[in-house]
C-alpha cells in the first residue's frame, strides 16, 4: 500500500511478558504525564509499546492520548535496538499535541543520552 505510515508490527511490543520484562529491568525517565521504560534489545531495531490506564480517561481519551504519542514516536525512531514503554499518567490527558510532542522527544532525548534515568 503505498503511502502506508503504519507502525510495523516488528516495531511493537505486543505480549504482557514483554512489556513487563522493559519495566523490571529497565531505565525510568520521567516527564510531565509521561513515564518512559527503555532496555536495549537484540532486535536491531526499536520496538515500542504505549500504556494508558482506565485513569487517563474514557476509551477516546485513552485512545487519543496513545495515538498521539505514538506518532510522536513513529516521526523520530531511534536507529538504536532499544526497548521503549511509555506510560500515561493522568495529566498526559490534559496536554496538547505540541506539548506532548516536546514531553515525548525530551524522554527520548533523555533515554539516548545515557545514565540519566533511575533503575526501575
Given at each position: 500500500?503505498?503511502?502506508d505510515e503504519r507502525l510495523p508490527r516488528c516495531e511493537r511490543l505486543h505480549t504482557r511478558g514483554s512489556i513487563r520484562g522493559v519495566l523490571e529491568e529497565g531505565r525510568r525517565h520521567c516527564g510531565r504525564g509521561l513515564r518512559l521504560y527503555v532496555l536495549a534489545n537484540d532486535a536491531g531495531h526499536p520496538r515500542v509499546a504505549v500504556v494508558v490506564g482506565k485513569r487517563v480517561g474514557k476509551a477516546v481519551v485513552r485512545n487519543?492520548?496513545?495515538?498521539?504519542v505514538r506518532e510522536v514516536y513513529r516521526r523520530n525512531k531511534p536507529a538504536t535496538g532499544v526497548d521503549l514503554v511509555f506510560i500515561a499518567r493522568e495529566?498526559?490527558?490534559?496536554?496538547?499535541?505540541?506539548?506532548?510532542?516536546?514531553?515525548?522527544l525530551s524522554l527520548m532525548r533523555d533515554a539516548a543520552g545515557g545514565g540519566e534515568g533511575q533503575s526501575a
Open positions: 500500500m503505498p503511502g487519543l492520548v496513545r495515538r498521539r495529566e498526559a490527558r490534559m496536554l496538547e499535541y505540541a506539548e506532548l510532542r516536546d514531553v515525548v
